[in-house]
């Protein structure tokens, strides 16, 4: 009787032991660009969300679960904020401080961004070399090894959990990023990447859990016969073996459940932009014989912008923001009156205007196009300083002189609008292409689509009927010095480089013209971005007066009216 307790007792110790349970808590970041800190040097004003609130939930969290928590960031990182531009290419002597920011919080992984690419190798070779942590794109390719530029895959454990993670980056890079960036690289397709990685990781690292930490968002995008900017989901539902996939680069929230083509749970989460929300991962685990196996999987967005401030985070890196702020409140100027991005989406603006008349000036084209890059931001009336620059041009693109005929002209503003504007066929209807919610972002607010695919053109006088099918809205009346435009003549187009190589697709899909020809129609590159130009011209002119050029209108002007102040009402409530 007593041998037959023992070993009952036995028995049920040895099941506890092969039934262990571990609860995996997993944070992602995406999408920072440069929102480090509780203070936005653009508008010198409070900044909602950053990593300083980041880090008081994920001390927090670790402070629950010390010894299974991981912190990942997905990338576009380097990009946004002055005080990235301060530290990519003023103070290029100290670390980065994205860098710095990323060791300072103790991040696990970061996979890169566009963004970062998008700096240019003497910037993100840098950067990449101050990380603690791996920097991870398994599609990113050095061209002359033909193996992965960055680390393609890193291997962390936390209570003997072995946890694989892949990373991955959008391959849409050349549509946007001037080639001098990303020399000696190229971008391969997402799926057939991260199967070829799955079956490496499986056969040689054996892991417990698979993550995905993908710089691409959830699906669509610019797509092509040989890749998709957006992928996630695609590899989610193609490529088996993983449990999760955090994701970004779409500045959308995103939290969902997957089948993959096994029938298999895939958690898929993406905590949008601008570090106010951060997608949180839980994942618990049994150990049975030996094996750990995923039992249960959740996931949520956690808005961190009401969690306190880590005032330890901020103190430690204080006198670098001292720097930065004496960068940013430099003045460079004045303008006479205010001007509003909004203005930009109804018709001519002063501020978009001043942005088209600008580019023609610094190059001696005969066109300039320009979008609005932000929904409803505004330069004030008196100094200007240089943190005011950030909001006249948000990125820092170059600018190109590119060689286009008339009806590429033509055809390029019609796919603008296309995305721009609704067809009217009453004066009710909408003036604009809309969503029914706000998307929250700054970038479409209620529009259907991305505001900085919305093109305006000077050097040319022109009309947009609304009542018109898509590609027909544009009448092209004339030059702005009064000379005839023709369809078949060429000219000179003053245009941004992220345009130029093939971003929105305004070129490829709209012009017409192929992506592999559009180098060659470029006569002009500046050498530094545009900021840089246009701050010295604000230099030069002191005190600036923007004025609307009025070369073009939405018509018939007495349904646009109305329908444009009902709009109004629902964009910028």
């Known amino acids: 009787m007593v041998f037959f307790l023992l070993l009952c007792l036995q028995m049920n110790t040895t099941s506890f032991a092969q039934k ?14 440069g929102c480090f800190f509780p203070h936005d040097f653009i508008n010198n004003s409070d900044m909602a ?16 679960y010390p010894k299974s928590t991981l912190l990942l960031d997905n990338g576009d990182i380097l990009q946004g904020q002055p005080i990235n531009y301060f530290s990519n290419f003023v103070d290029t002597l100290q670390h980065n401080i994205a860098a710095d920011v990323v060791n300072y919080l103790g991040y696990d992984a970061e996979t890169v961004g566009n963004h970062d690419i998008e700096t240019a190798h003497s910037c993100f070779d840098k950067w990449a070399g101050e990380l603690h942590c791996p920097l991870l794109g398994a599609n990113v390719i050095n061209t002359e090894t033909g193996k992965p530029y960055f680390k393609p895959y890193t291997i962390i454990t936390r209570q003997g959990i072995r946890i694989a993670i892949l990373g991955l980056l959008t391959p849409a890079i050349p549509n946007w990023v001037e080639q001098t960036s990303w020399t000696g690289m190229r971008f391969d397709e997402m799926v057939s ?24 968002g959830a699906e669509g995008g610019i797509t092509t016969p040989n890749y998709a900017e957006n992928a996630s989901l695609a590899v989610a539902k193609e490529v088996p073996g993983f449990d999760l996939i955090l ?55 956690v808005d961190i912008r009401n969690y306190d401030i880590d005032q330890d985070y901020v103190k430690h890196f204080e006198p670098y923001l001292h720097e930065v702020s004496n960068f940013a409140n430099k ?24 942005i088209l ?59 603008s609008y296309d995305q721009w504007v609704n067809t009217m066929a009453a004066p009710s209807d909408h003036l604009f292409l ?7 972002s700054n970038e479409r607010g209620r529009f259907k689509n991305f505001i900085f695919n919305f093109d305006a053109a000077a050097g040319i006088d022109y009309n947009v009927d609304v009542r018109k099918p898509n590609g027909q809205k544009v009448n092209i009346l004339r030059m702005s010095n009064g000379k005839p435009f023709e369809e078949d003549k060429w000219y000179n187009v003053a245009i941004n480089s992220y345009r130029g ?55 018939p002007e007495a349904w646009v009216k109305e329908a444009g102040e009902r709009d109004a009402k629902l964009i910028f409530k």
């Open 357 to 415: 008349n600008l580019q023609i000036k610094l190059t001696g084209a005969d066109i300039s196009f320009n979008a609005p890059l932000t929904l409803n931001d505004s330069i004030k009336q008196g100094p200007i300083s240089v943190r005011d620059m950030f909001k006249l041009y948000k990125y820092e693109n170059h600018l190109y002189v590119m060689r286009l005929t008339g009806k590429e002209i033509k055809d390029y503003l019609e796919m």
């Open 501 to 555: 190589n093939g971003g929105g697709q305004l070129l490829t899909l709209g012009a017409g013209i192929p992506h592999d020809s559009l180098k060659s129609r470029i006569v002009w590159r500046s050498q530094r971005d545009q900021r840089y130009y246009f701050m010295k011209a604000i230099e030069e002119m002191g005190t600036v007066d923007p004025q609307p050029n009025h070369n073009w209108k939405f018509i």
């Open 331 to 354: 003045q460079i100027g004045n303008f006479a009156h205010t001007i509003y991005t909004r203005d930009s989406f109804f018709g001519n603006s002063a501020f978009n205007d001043f």
């Open 20 to 33: 262990r349970t571990v609860t995996l808590k997993i944070v992602e970041t995406s999408d920072v660009h």
């Open 434 to 440: 809309l969503e029914s919610f706000n998307t929250g």
């Open 193 to 216: 990447t991260a199967k070829y990685w799955m079956n490496i990781i499986r056969q040689q690292e054996h892991p417990d859990v698979v993550i995905g930490l993908f710089h691409s």
């Open 247 to 301: 994701f970004g680069h779409d500045h959308t929230r995103h939290q969902l459940i997957i089948k993959n083509n096994l029938g298999k749970d895939v958690l898929c989460l993406d905590p949008a932009n601008n570090a106010q929300t951060v997608a949180v991962a839980t994942l618990n685990l049994q150990k049975e014989k030996g094996k750990w196996t995923v039992k249960e999987k959740q996931g949520e967005l």
């Open 49 to 64: 969300g950053s990593l300083a609130r980041v880090s008081t939930f994920y001390k927090q969290l670790k402070g629950q």
